[in-house]
């Protein structure tokens, strides 16, 4: 992707196209001692939004290294409420400080009147919640002064208002607002076998152009009997289904930057870092086949 030029006038270093690792504080030293050949990091923005501490100190060292992805987890684009605020002032003092090359967000909402959850609740897929979420993320941008990317969700139930097939709302909502698509093929790979829809038709229905980044993740599986559920937890490596679907998408679209995430049974940095490798290897092998194909 191009640079991005932010408010103040400062250029954000790009995200390259190569694999990346969402950063743990468990994993602060290792990083900063072993310097890792990484392509970049992202971080939950909520997580430093304090005023200093040993959070933004370790940020700013890392950041000096490497390019930096935000991906909030708070804005809740999908809320019947307006965007808050406070927060959206809070992110913008990251973005500025930070300067990061992607900035994204969730499908989904989190707050209410006056509470909020860690969850990204689902939203139900009709032309008034279109609307509203559009105008949310137009706010957002307007407010950033940037694009941001937007993540298809993971879902585990459908709603019976739902007019419009996920990925249709999903990308219409890009469309209409001017943001990029964050294409998290774990979540694709979950919902599609919860709900029985076709991988392929829902991967086809997202306009490449727009996919400014992917996200790779492990998944859980919960038997209930006649059924088994996959829930999207984050706490393994990712499966190999998962990756078959990657190789398929980068080797059909060219790379994109990928990161890997993983937010629960966090390893210790090795294992992580092998998962990076493992989709390093595809993105470079994606780039020596379009290499050879352009010589």
Avoid at 87 to 93: F, P, R, S, W
Avoid at 137 to 147: A, H, M, S
Avoid at 271 to 279: D, G, N, Q, T
């Amino acid at each position: 992707m191009q640079d991005t030029i932010n408010t103040l006038g400062s250029v954000a270093a790009p995200v390259p196209k190569r694999a990346g690792a969402g950063l743990k504080p468990k994993h602060y030293q290792s990083i900063i001692e072993q310097l890792p050949d990484i392509g970049w990091f992202e971080i939950h923005p909520e997580n430093y939004m304090g005023r200093g501490g040993p959070p933004l100190h370790y940020l700013e060292r890392i950041r000096a290294d490497y390019p930096l992805s935000l991906h909030s987890v708070g804005t809740s684009l999908g809320s019947h409420l307006p965007v808050d605020l406070d927060h959206l002032k809070k992110l913008k003092a990251l973005v500025d400080r930070f300067e990061p090359g992607l900035i994204s967000e969730h499908l989904s909402w989190s707050h209410g009147y006056e509470w909020y959850t860690h969850d990204l609740i689902p939203l139900f897929y009709t032309e008034e919640t279109l609307s509203l979420i559009v105008e949310h993320i137009e706010q957002v941008q307007d407010f950033l002064g940037r694009e941001i990317l937007i993540e298809n969700p993971s879902s585990y139930l459908q709603f019976k208002q739902n007019e419009i097939p996920e990925q249709v709302f999903y990308v219409e909502a890009a469309k209409r607002s001017g943001a990029g698509l964050l294409v998290d093929i774990n979540n694709v790979f979950v919902s599609c076998s919860n709900h029985g829809w076709s991988i392929q038709e829902y991967l086809s229905a997202v306009p490449h152009e727009l996919v400014g980044e992917i996200h790779l993740a492990g998944h859980s599986i919960q038997d209930l009997g006649d059924t088994k559920l996959r829930v999207d937890d984050h706490g393994s490596p990712v499966c190999q289904e998962v990756w078959q679907l990657y190789r398929d998408y980068i080797n059909t679209h060219g790379t994109v930057p990928t990161l890997i995430e993983w937010d629960t049974n966090i390893p210790e940095f090795p294992e992580l870092y092998r998962e990076v490798c493992f989709a390093e290897k595809f993105l470079q092998t994606t780039r020596d086949r379009y290499d050879e194909a352009i010589v």
